[in-house]
Nanobody, 124 residues
Framework: QVQLVESGGGLVQAGGSLRLSCATS????????MGWFRQAPGKEREFVSA????????DYADTVKGRFTVSRDNAKNTAYLEMNSLKPEDTAVYYC?????????????????WGQGTQVTVSS
């Protein structure tokens, strides 16, 4: 049974930082790219970032580029999203997702495996 479990969310003031983790089990982690998505109330789920199988390639939405950093530890079967200079508009539920096959990464419907999400709230 595949499981993805996010942690690290919380309430932070604007300009602050959080580090999200996504611990996985039940899949061969090194064979999957990892994506991060977020969904704010009343909005569609949107792509945030992704990292390839080895960590050699990453991708970021323009809205977070330069502030967020995605990484992974294949020995721990865990992906991370370091979020700095947080803004109120970053407030959302953040989800990690996993897919294999190829580097298609920005479309949420391409990911078969999802975590339950973790709430990030940035106060102004």
């Amino acid at each position: 049974q595949v499981q993805l479990v996010e942690s690290g969310g919380g309430l932070v003031q604007a300009g602050g930082s959080l580090r999200l983790s996504c611990a996985t089990s039940g899949l061969t982690f090194r064979n999957h790219i990892m994506g991060w998505f977020r969904q704010a109330p009343g909005k569609e789920r949107e792509f945030v970032s992704a990292i390839d199988w080895s960590g050699g390639r990453t991708d970021y939405a323009d809205t977070v580029k330069g502030r967020f950093t995605v990484s992974r530890d294949n020995a721990k079967n865990t992906a991370y999203l370091e979020m700095n200079s947080l803004k109120p508009e970053d407030t959302a539920v953040y989800y990690c997702a996993a897919r294999s096959v190829d580097w298609t990464r920005r479309r949420s419907n391409q990911y078969p495996y999802w975590g339950q999400g973790t709430q990030v709230t940035v106060s102004s």
